[in-house]
């Protein structure tokens, strides 16, 4: 009797494809004026960042935690809501859940993986 096939996961490669999935690990957003403001996803953020995001008490309290202090001063300068980036990131968290099907990303079909020489 022969033993069953067991899965085996190449973490690099599952971080990869919900990589792909939702577009990288980093977002960049048009804020006001036309800055470029870049920040993690919240897929692949660290743990402080999230843990930061999570524990804001207020939108601007998030804003600056998604941002770090540097970023933030220049999108409040600019006249940024923070408001804005409350809302952006509810919008990476539905579209993050819309890109994975059933729980896993879905391969395009320009994806390196699915056109790997088996």
């Known amino acids: ?5 067991k899965k ?3 973490l ?9 999935a939702v577009g990288g690990e980093n977002v960049e957003f048009e804020g006001p004026g036309g800055e470029i403001y870049t920040m993690p996803h919240p897929l692949f953020a ?3 960042w999230k843990e930061a995001v999570d524990e804001a008490d ?3 309290g998030q804003a600056r935690a998604m941002l770090g202090e540097e970023q933030w001063a ?8 923070p408001t804005d980036l409350s809302l952006l990131n509810m919008a ?3 579209d993050m859940q819309g890109s994975l099907k ?3 990303p879905t391969r395009s079909s320009t994806s390196s993986a699915s056109t790997r020489k088996r």
């Open 1 to 5: 009797m022969s033993k069953p096939n």
């Open 8 to 10: 085996r996961y190449r």
């Open 12 to 20: 690099s490669e599952v971080r990869a494809q919900y990589a792909e």
């Open 46 to 48: 660290p743990k402080e």
């Open 58 to 60: 207020d939108d601007e």
């Open 74 to 81: 220049k999108f409040d300068a600019a006249g940024g809501d």
């Open 92 to 94: 990476l968290r539905e």
């Open 102 to 104: 059933n729980g896993r």
